[in-house]
């Protein structure tokens, strides 16, 4: 077995936290693959992972070791890539936000995988900041404002957003008829990882925005609590459209004050700066751009 092919079960073996479901994977003996590992960390003179009867995992210089062997074997899958023709295989790691992920991706990952079946995809969901170099993280898909992380960002697509109340806090406070008098009502809070605050309301009024923070009895941080206890009656929100047109249709939500909508969110993929592109991480973006494109009237 040449080095390669040794980086290959290692890194394998790092993914699985298991020799035995590496080496499966793999399509080679156990034996093999606790062998490869062995050679690894005799030549390179480290121990690269802790063993128990349970549980395998990096020790901290099987970490870096780990992050290079990803960048040379991507390195190698380029240049064979390039000559070869073939499509990319191996295994894409991205983090979404999950909400995205399942209205806009989710729906056809089939053909995705039909046009690359050689791809693996491990997909995590979160809101949080992520170390796409330390955490061996491929790109990171987010909506809103970014803030200045080092990364490429790379601007998907503009979703529209709209301001809206479920129609029990409507009986109960009235229709608020312009963004600038809004005294009486209230919001439900959003607290904003990025900015560490609640986020206020805005209006697009004139080509200008303008923004409003309203009383609150309840501040929330997760998009899917944001919106339910929206239609509790609890405050008004500021949401993606696409979110909630299903509750527009059910009457569980109504929108209110279109005629100054909040400014559009940003879809953005990020990337590090610093390493080169895989070929699986161009047909991914690739991909996802598609995925975000207006339908064609």
Not at 77 to 85: K, L, R
Not at 139 to 152: H, K
Request: aromatic share 8%; hydrophobic share 40%; charged share 25%.
């Amino acid at each position: 077995m040449d080095r390669l092919d040794q980086m290959r079960l290692f890194a394998r073996v790092a993914e699985r936290r298991s020799f035995s479901v590496a080496a499966q994977d793999m399509g080679v003996p156990a034996s093999t693959a606790t062998d490869a590992v062995k050679q690894l960390e005799a030549r390179i003179g480290v121990r690269l992972l802790e063993r128990t009867t349970r549980h395998v995992s990096l020790t901290p210089d099987g970490e870096g070791y780990y992050r290079r062997c990803l960048a040379i074997l991507d390195d190698v899958e380029d240049a064979e890539s390039a000559f070869s023709g073939a499509k990319p295989k191996g295994v894409l790691r991205v983090d979404v936000q999950g909400r995205l992920a399942r209205r806009f991706l989710l729906p056809s990952l089939p053909r995705f995988f039909a046009e690359y079946p050689g791809l693996e995809l491990h997909m995590s969901e979160g809101e949080r900041f992520v170390d796409l170099v330390r955490e061996g993280v491929d790109c990171v898909l987010r909506v809103g404002e970014l803030a200045d992380s080092g990364m490429i960002a790379r601007r998907v697509a503009l979703l529209p957003e709209v301001t809206c109340a479920a129609p029990s806090y409507i009986d109960r406070f009235g229709i608020p008829e312009r963004w600038d008098r809004l005294n009486g009502h209230r919001m439900i809070g959003f607290h904003s990882s990025a900015t560490g605050s609640v986020l206020p309301l805005e209006f697009q009024v004139d080509g200008s925005l303008k923004t409003v923070t309203l009383p609150s009895v309840l501040t929330v941080s997760a998009a899917e609590s944001y919106g339910e206890t929206a239609k509790l009656g609890l405050g008004i929100i500021q949401v993606p459209r696409w979110g909630v047109e299903d509750a527009f249709v059910e009457g569980s939500l109504v929108p209110l004050l279109e005629e100054t909508p909040p400014s559009p969110s940003p879809v953005s993929l990020l990337y590090p700066r610093s390493r080169q592109l895989s070929p699986r991480v161009r047909v991914f973006i690739d991909w996802v751009l598609k995925e975000f494109e207006p339908p064609s009237s």
